[in-house]
């Protein structure tokens, strides 16, 4: 910051100088009078400046040819390199300020003009390292992708850029599609400098893609080893990738390596909730059903699914309606304010066809978070009070209308899952998942919301209604024992 001010200063001085300078030859009639070995010479403004600068020119050459002079003395007197030298700085000036004239090109986005400057630069420099680099990037800018791969492959070659020249290889396949091949650049690349968190995220996306669940844990804890991922985010990551292990165990009828997975996946992040889902299940077969209870129940805390509820069904198939809703109640009890907890609950009285129950079991949810499963429920509870078909009716015409309620959601793109994946689908993002309420979006229909009870009615002389379940689908009912079905 001084070194610019004394720049400025000087700059500004100088101007002032030449300013002067030239205000004095004008206002002086005789110009400038200049006396050599007694003769006199007489220079007007226009000669007087034209002088200053034949003057110049003759000082830099009489000092070029000094240090040329220096030089020849130096190399006579057995300094062997001294005229190599002399020459080799005026072609590094040369080869410098063309490797500076073409990183501006490339900043300003002129691909051509930049790999016409880095070849000057490569004329003068003979740097491969500095040229090379400068060459691939501006023959990627002006869609010479040919180029850029040949330069990216010299880069290669020698080890002081062959991380360089690999990860750069490696962005051309991605951007071709061909990730297989990415991933072994990737894995190369990390080889060479595990530290680089860029090439650390390349390749755990390429790794979780692949399915690849083990490398991808290695590669998650390099992460964390050289601090480019806090810790806690670690956790929960190492907990998706191991339950993505265990499933892939799962599938390949593994049982006891899968049992051990989910568990572990379930120790490292309880709330996760498919992971919890898995270890109940694992601890079931078992047949510790105290530890899968356990498991379900600090997940519920966490965050209340219907998949725990589910799992929690599981640990005891063969139980009555009244068991089961004993052993819900005490499921609930920690989140019983929570939406799906007094759904859940709801659900749980119709079964056992305590109607008044489950209408106080629901309260006012469908004020405060109207969704099409909290107007199924209604339409049940009314049907089983025993309310006319036109009052059911009426909860299922809302139904048709309002939205499902949470479901899996990528963070990154709003894409909507119909089941949890470690992956988004849409946009390949990691771990960005989660259970919440996607923005609503109106019902588009003719005659708007007033055809809907024309929807849903039944012909007439029909004694079957239509409930309209969660998941939008209609299934016939018969009865009130059905009407949770």
Request: glycine share 6%; aromatic share 6%; proline share 4%.
């Given at each position: 910051m001084l070194w610019s001010l004394v720049k400025i200063c000087l700059f500004v001085c100088v101007v002032a100088a030449a300013a002067f300078g030239a205000s004095y030859l004008l206002e002086s009639n005789g110009g400038v009078r200049l006396e050599v070995a007694g003769t006199e010479y007489n220079f007007g403004p226009l000669e007087s400046v034209i002088a200053l600068v034949v003057l110049l020119v003759a000082v830099w050459v009489f000092l070029k040819v000094l240090s040329l002079l220096v030089a020849v003395w130096k190399f006579l007197n057995g300094d062997e390199t001294a005229l190599s030298r002399y020459f080799e700085r005026n072609r590094q000036a040369k080869g410098y300020d063309a490797l500076s004239q073409g990183m501006m090109a490339l900043a300003s986005g002129e691909g051509r003009q930049a790999m016409a400057k880095a070849a000057k630069a490569e004329k003068y420099l003979n740097k491969p390292e500095l040229t090379d680099l400068l060459t691939a990037q501006a023959a990627e800018m002006s869609g010479d992708r040919r180029k850029a791969e040949e330069t990216y492959r010299k880069l290669v070659a020698n080890d002081a850029t062959r991380f360089v020249g690999v990860r750069g290889i490696m962005k051309q396949k991605l951007a071709d599609g061909d990730t297989d091949t990415a991933l072994k650049l990737a894995e190369k690349a990390f080889a060479l400098k595990p530290r680089h968190e860029d090439t650390q995220d390349v390749l755990l996306k390429l790794q979780a893609q692949s399915e690849e669940w083990s490398g991808a844990r290695e590669t998650l804890n390099a992460k964390l080893k050289h601090g480019s991922l806090p810790r806690d985010v670690h956790k929960r990551r190492d907990a998706v990738?191991?339950?993505?292990?265990?499933?892939?165990?799962?599938?390949?009828?593994?049982?006891?390596?899968?049992?051990?997975?989910?568990?572990?996946?379930?120790?490292?992040?309880?709330?996760?909730?498919?992971?919890?889902?898995?270890?109940?299940?694992?601890?079931?077969?078992?047949?510790?059903?105290?530890?899968?209870?356990?498991?379900?129940?600090?997940?519920?805390?966490?965050?209340?699914?219907?998949?725990?509820?589910?799992?929690?069904?599981?640990?005891?198939?063969?139980?009555?309606?009244?068991?089961?809703?004993?052993?819900?109640?005490?499921?609930?009890?920690?989140?019983?304010?929570?939406?799906?907890?007094?759904?859940?609950?709801?659900?749980?009285?119709?079964?056992?066809?305590?109607?008044?129950?489950?209408?106080?079991?629901?309260?006012?949810?469908?004020?405060?978070?109207?969704?099409?499963?909290?107007?199924?429920?209604?339409?049940?509870?009314?049907?089983?009070?025993?309310?006319?078909?036109?009052?059911?009716?009426?909860?299922?015409?809302?139904?048709?209308?309002?939205?499902?309620?949470?479901?899996?959601?990528?963070?990154?793109?709003?894409?909507?899952?119909?089941?949890?994946?470690?992956?988004?689908?849409?946009?390949?993002?990691?771990?960005?998942?989660?259970?919440?309420?996607?923005?609503?979006?109106?019902?588009?229909?003719?005659?708007?919301?007033?055809?809907?009870?024309?929807?849903?009615?039944?012909?007439?002389?029909?004694?079957?209604?239509?409930?309209?379940?969660?998941?939008?689908?209609?299934?016939?009912?018969?009865?009130?024992?059905?009407?949770?079905?």
């Amino acid at each position: 910051m001084l070194w610019s001010l004394v720049k400025i200063c000087l700059f500004v001085c100088v101007v002032a100088a030449a300013a002067f300078g030239a205000s004095y030859l004008l206002e002086s009639n005789g110009g400038v009078r200049l006396e050599v070995a007694g003769t006199e010479y007489n220079f007007g403004p226009l000669e007087s400046v034209i002088a200053l600068v034949v003057l110049l020119v003759a000082v830099w050459v009489f000092l070029k040819v000094l240090s040329l002079l220096v030089a020849v003395w130096k190399f006579l007197n057995g300094d062997e390199t001294a005229l190599s030298r002399y020459f080799e700085r005026n072609r590094q000036a040369k080869g410098y300020d063309a490797l500076s004239q073409g990183m501006m090109a490339l900043a300003s986005g002129e691909g051509r003009q930049a790999m016409a400057k880095a070849a000057k630069a490569e004329k003068y420099l003979n740097k491969p390292e500095l040229t090379d680099l400068l060459t691939a990037q501006a023959a990627e800018m002006s869609g010479d992708r040919r180029k850029a791969e040949e330069t990216y492959r010299k880069l290669v070659a020698n080890d002081a850029t062959r991380f360089v020249g690999v990860r750069g290889i490696m962005k051309q396949k991605l951007a071709d599609g061909d990730t297989d091949t990415a991933l072994k650049l990737a894995e190369k690349a990390f080889a060479l400098k595990p530290r680089h968190e860029d090439t650390q995220d390349v390749l755990l996306k390429l790794q979780a893609q692949s399915e690849e669940w083990s490398g991808a844990r290695e590669t998650l804890n390099a992460k964390l080893k050289h601090g480019s991922l806090p810790r806690d985010v670690h956790k929960r990551r190492d907990a998706v990738l191991a339950l993505s292990e265990a499933r892939k165990i799962f599938d390949a009828n593994q049982t006891i390596e899968a049992r051990k997975a989910a568990i572990e996946a379930n120790r490292l992040s309880p709330d996760l909730i498919p992971a919890a889902v898995m270890a109940a299940h694992g601890y079931v077969e078992q047949g510790q059903n105290k530890y899968a209870t356990r498991v379900i129940k600090k997940a519920w805390d966490a965050q209340p699914h219907p998949d725990l509820a589910a799992a929690f069904v599981a640990i005891e198939p063969n139980e009555d309606a009244k068991a089961r809703l004993k052993r819900f109640t005490a499921l609930t009890k920690g989140q019983a304010d929570h939406p799906e907890s007094k759904m859940l609950m709801t659900e749980m009285h119709l079964a056992n066809e305590d109607f008044p129950a489950a209408r106080r079991a629901l309260g006012n949810l469908f004020e405060t978070d109207p969704t099409a499963r909290t107007a199924t429920l209604m339409a049940a509870i009314e049907r089983g009070e025993g309310a006319e078909d036109t009052v059911v009716k009426g909860w299922l015409a809302r139904a048709l209308s309002l939205p499902r309620g949470p479901q899996w959601i990528c963070e990154n793109c709003q894409h909507i899952h119909a089941d949890w994946a470690p992956m988004c689908t849409n946009c390949n993002s990691f771990d960005t998942l989660s259970w919440k309420t996607p923005p609503q979006s109106e019902v588009a229909m003719p005659g708007g919301l007033q055809m809907l009870p024309l929807i849903v009615g039944s012909a007439q002389g029909d004694s079957t209604d239509m409930v309209v379940v969660e998941d939008a689908e209609i299934v016939e009912v018969d009865g009130p024992k059905d009407a949770t079905a």
